[in-house]
């Protein structure tokens, strides 16, 4: 069951880039998954209204590319402009 604690880690990292950029709502996410990635896009879309419901995040919809680095898996930004696109 890593798909939901890769979705719980996923919703933290949400949460702290939409408070850093002082947004009370998420309404989008999008990431960028590696093709060689063992992250399941399904799998966070599972997980991810079971982990996110009562938070900002709630009813947030996922959007996925794929990253350039075929092993990658990374938030690549959320809806707001002023947050960081990259740790």
Do not use: K, N
């Amino acid at each position: 069951m890593h798909e939901v604690g890769i979705t719980s880690r996923l919703l933290e990292v949400v949460l702290e880039r939409a408070a850093a950029a002082g947004a009370t709502r998420v309404s989008d996410v999008h990431l960028e998954i590696g093709t060689e990635s063992d992250v399941a896009p399904a799998a966070l879309e599972q997980y991810w209204p079971q982990v996110s419901g009562g938070t900002a995040a709630e009813g947030a919809q996922l959007h996925f590319g794929v990253a350039g680095d075929p092993f990658a898996c990374r938030v690549v930004g959320i809806d707001v402009p002023e947050a960081p696109l990259e740790d």
